[in-house]
């Protein structure tokens, strides 16, 4: 994983605003309409290209291709795997169900979304049949990287086991577990041809702390942490072998601006996402209920293998951070790790989870990675002294 002795790097979580016709086509395809070839492979080329431009402009030193390819983090798993079927009645998280306002204000700003609480199910046993798929995206990102010479290191997404199991129900296998170790098997496959392809892996896990108010909602803290452990745990099996440093994990509260009042606190996970096999943890900090949980570092110290992606802007509002917070919310981080070089500047989650439904409009998106580059510039300087970057 890229390091920097001179001064602070910067990245991001990994979705980015998809454009009208690329959405419209996202969403067919997963409907199973009929699409024309061609049509399709120009318009992800020119999508890829166009966010590969706008991370270079903004100075971001770590980039992907902005899960252009996708319809969402997690939900494009069902058309890579044999199994699923039907659909999945998830839960909604508790501020929806307390706050039925959400519900209706989500329904008007977001009219025609890919499928989220109603993608498929696990009808049968799953069996991994997306190499195909990932190699196409994987040299469609790295084509642009080249054309535009952009990144010293790039990254690319897959969502946990954890999440997928959550998201996309059992109604196959006998138990919880025996389904998230099924999946931990299956996405090996996903995660091993991302890292031999060169790319740094990014595992989306939101179940080690979203999940709390939404799927393990009734279990007690206590509990909910045991699940944690076991998601974990079906993360380490699924990254057996490959190098602890050319994985990272991001974890995150859920990425839409309800109240979150029923969010577990970092400290009481911290300890158990201290026992993924990774070699960054990427978490939210701008989320403003979660600002302040730099404190949880205090007593459960950072592994020294380990560095942080603090979210250093929001990703649920058009504001744009000035420069000189963001390099406060850094200089707090550095302050939390105990070392400058074990911080990476990113945001706090995606700014495109899912096709069609973007809180945030695409200018103010690359206004806010620039909020990340200006802000690092200037955290460098205290940091390392005037002469740093």
């Not at 009645?89 to 209706?104: H, M, N, S, T, V």
């Not at 995606?350 to 580059?373: D, H, N, Y």
Request: charged share 25%.
């Amino acid at each position: 994983m890229l390091h920097s002795r001179d001064r602070i790097l910067t990245t991001h979580v990994g979705s980015l605003p998809r454009g009208e016709a690329i959405s419209e086509l996202l969403i067919a395809r997963e409907a199973g309409d009929k699409i024309d070839a061609g049509k399709m492979s120009a318009a992800l080329d020119g999508a890829v290209r166009l966010v590969v431009q706008k991370q270079k402009e903004a100075g971001i030193d770590i980039g992907n291709d902005g899960e252009q390819q996708r319809v969402g983090f997690q939900t494009y798993i069902p058309s890579r795997m044999t199994g699923f079927a039907g659909e999945s009645k998830r839960r909604r998280g508790r501020d929806y169900e307390e706050f039925p306002e959400l519900l209706a204000a989500l329904a008007r700003r977001f009219p025609k979304p890919s499928r989220t609480n109603n993608a498929p199910e696990a009808q049968g046993d799953i069996r991994y049949t997306g190499a195909g798929a990932l190699k196409e995206e994987i040299a469609r990102f790295q084509s642009a990287v080249k054309a535009l010479d952009a990144f010293p290191e790039s990254f690319m997404t897959a969502p946990s086991p954890g999440i997928c199991s959550s998201t996309m129900l059992n109604a196959h296998y006998p138990s919880h577990e025996a389904y998230l170790m099924a999946l931990a098997r299956e996405l090996a496959h996903e995660y091993r041809a991302i890292v031999e392809a060169g790319l740094v892996l990014q595992i989306d896990a939101p179940d080690l702390a979203m999940d709390r108010a939404m799927f393990y909602r009734d279990l007690s803290d206590r509990d909910f942490v045991k699940a944690c452990e076991l998601h974990v745990a079906s993360i380490n099996k699924a990254i057996e072998g490959l190098p602890a440093d050319r994985v990272r994990l991001h974890v995150c509260w859920g990425n839409w601006d309800g109240p979150h009042i029923h969010d577990v606190p970092l400290e009481q996970i911290l300890p158990a996402l201290y026992q993924a096999k990774v070699g960054a943890l990427s978490i939210e900090f701008s989320n403003p209920r979660h600002a302040h949980e730099y404190d949880a570092f205090k007593k459960h110290k950072l592994p020294a293998s380990m560095a942080l992606i603090p979210g250093v802007v929001d990703s649920t509002n058009n504001f744009v951070e000035h420069p000189r917070v963001v390099a406060r919310r850094i200089e707090e981080a550095v302050a939390a790790v105990g070392d400058r070089e074990r911080v990476i500047a990113g945001a706090d989650c995606g700014f495109g989870t899912f096709t069609a439904r973007e809180w945030v409009i695409a200018p103010v998106v690359w206004l806010k990675l620039k909020s990340i580059r200006d802000g690092a510039d200037i955290a460098s300087r205290a940091l390392w002294g005037k002469s740093a970057a």
